[in-house]
């Protein structure tokens, strides 16, 4: 069974920096993509960011040009830093993996999430 370790949330003042690292375990035969979300009470789920396996990045508009996403494909580690953080970043952050267990056996992972506080 693969599972996700997220670390790196916490409270930061407006306008400093945090970075968010998830890292995989179990057996992984291919790992596609890998992302991060952020959710809010009473709001829906939102990507933040996403880097595919071949290095590929998607970014939510509210946050280009401020965070960035990398992974480490050995290490199958993907990160987010952020930086010049707002108040309407605060939210839960969730690592999500698409990931193949089997040639044929394809699976949606999410970590347990971290929060994250932007306040002064």
């Known amino acids: 069974q693969v599972q996700l370790a997220e670390s790196g949330g916490g409270t930061v003042q407006p306008g400093g920096s945090l970075r968010l690292s998830c890292a995989t375990s179990g057996s992984i035969y291919a790992n596609v993509a890998m992302g991060w979300y952020r959710q809010v009470p009473g709001k829906q789920r939102e990507l933040v960011a996403r880097v595919n396996r071949g290095g590929g990045t998607d970014y939510a508009d509210s946050v280009k040009g401020r965070f960035t996403i990398s992974r480490d494909n050995a290490m199958n580690t993907v990160y987010l830093q952020m930086n010049s953080l707002k108040p309407e970043d605060t939210a839960v952050y969730y690592c999500?993996?698409?990931?193949?267990?089997?040639?044929?056996?394809?699976?949606?992972?999410w970590g347990q999430g971290t929060l994250v506080t932007v306040s002064a």
């Open positions: 999500h993996a698409a990931v193949y267990t089997t040639p044929f056996s394809h699976d949606e992972v």
